[in-house]
Nanobody, 124 residues
Framework: QLQLVESGGGLVQNGGSLRLSCLAS????????IGWFRRAPGDEREAVLC????????SYLDSVKGRFTIARDVAKNTVSLQMNSLKPEDTAVYYC?????????????????WGQGTQVTVSS
């Protein structure tokens, strides 16, 4: 069974850091492009960052540039999202998603597998 599981969410103060992890089971993440998305209450789901199967990274949000980074750990079959200098507006459920293409997409319809999401709450 192909599955993605996110972990690492929680409650953090304004300016704090969190590291989210996306663990794959049943397939090798290295063969997929992996995107992190988020959905804040009342908002649409939006793409945050993506790492392609070729290794390139794309940041889709100007608001997270310089604060969030994405990385792949091949040995652990995980992709992480390091979030620093967190702000209350980063509060959302964060999802990781995988697509078989060698490219990243901001459109969620291109992704084949999704995790269940992990809640990130940043207090002011």
């Amino acid at each position: 069974q192909l599955q993605l599981v996110e972990s690492g969410g929680g409650l953090v103060q304004n300016g704090g850091s969190l590291r989210l992890s996306c663990l794959a089971s049943g397939f090798t993440l290295q063969d997929y492009s992996i995107g992190w998305f988020r959905r804040a209450p009342g908002d649409e789901r939006e793409a945050v960052l993506c790492i392609s199967s070729r290794g390139g990274n794309i940041s889709y949000l100007d608001s997270v540039k310089g604060r969030f980074t994405i990385a792949r750990d091949v040995a652990k079959n995980t992709v992480s999202l390091q979030m620093n200098s967190l702000k209350p507006e980063d509060t959302a459920v964060y999802y990781c998603a995988a697509n078989r293409a060698q490219f990243c997409y901001s459109d969620s319809s291109h992704y084949d597998y999704w995790g269940q999401g992990t809640q990130v709450t940043v207090s002011s």
